[in-house]
T-cell receptor, first 113, second 115 residues
Framework: LAKTTQPISMDSYEGQEVNITCSHN???????ITWYQQFPSQGPRFIIQ???TKVTNEVASLFIPADRKSSTLSLPRVSLSDTAVYYC??????????????FGRGTSLIVHP | GAVVSQHPSRVICKSGTSVKIECRSL??????MFWYRQFPKKSLMLMAT?????????EQGVEKDKFLINHASLTLSTLTVTSAHPEDSSFYIC???????????FGPGTRLTVT
């Protein structure tokens, strides 16, 4: 499994854009990149998944460079409720496959008023 | 989206007793479910992969006789912590993947406190 490296913590303010970068130097050809959000005492919640270039949904964007050795989760105009831990996971596309989500240390994002 | 539930949400038990935690996929079938444990301010640690109709696959260092996993149907997996001790106190989270899908759905977690 590809190992991921993220900043341990980040601070931001309400209304700002937050970018969290994850390094995954030994990502494999079949691996996808998935980001989860976790609030205290809750299970992780899926945010976004991508393979290459850019993916956007209603809550975030995911930017993946051509070499795929890193990825950046972008949260537009964060609010206090975005304070959470964000995990970057890398693994084989799981459609009928054997992908097992393995969590790294995650990034603790604190949004200040 | 798909929903995974866990029961109970929190439980307190005495040292030496056993506790069962249920994980259910409410609106989809899941051949495979996963059990994680999370200590305060730490990441999720995969304990085992639960396979419907067969034995669970445990991660290295996880005692299979202490953490009994049963996946009796496509919508239910149970984790039984046997002879619980205070060091087993933790947040236990399950996840499930709908057959044919790539997205993992996580349960809300179960807070276990062993006194």
């Amino acid at each position: 499994l590809a190992k991921t490296t993220q900043p341990i913590s980040m601070d931001s303010y309400e209304g700002q854009e937050v970018n969290i970068t994850c390094s995954h130097n030994n990502i494999a050809t079949n691996d996808y990149i998935t980001w989860y959000q976790q609030f205290p005492s809750q299970g992780p919640r899926f945010i976004i998944q991508g393979y290459k270039t850019k993916v956007t949904n209603e809550v975030a964007s995911l930017f993946i460079p051509a070499d795929r050795k890193s990825s950046t989760l972008s949260l537009p105009r964060v609010s206090l409720s975005d304070t959470a831990v964000y995990y970057c996971l890398v693994g084989e596309h799981a459609s009928g496959g054997s992908y097992i989500p393995t969590f790294g240390r995650g990034t603790s994002l604190i949004v200040h008023p | 989206g798909a929903v995974v539930s866990q029961h109970p949400s929190r439980v307190i038990c005495k040292s030496g007793t056993s506790v069962k935690i249920e994980c259910r996929s409410l609106d989809f079938q899941a051949t495979t479910m996963f059990w994680y444990r999370q200590f305060p301010k730490k990441s999720l640690m995969l304990m085992a992969t639960s396979n419907e109709g067969s034995k669970a696959t445990y991660e290295q260092g996880v005692e299979k006789d202490k953490f009994l996993i049963n996946h009796a149907s496509l919508t239910l997996s149970t984790l039984t912590v046997t002879s619980a001790h205070p060091e087993d106190s933790s947040f236990y989270i399950c996840s499930a993947r709908e057959d044919g899908s790539y997205e993992q759905y996580f349960g809300p977690g179960t807070r276990l406190t062993v006194t």
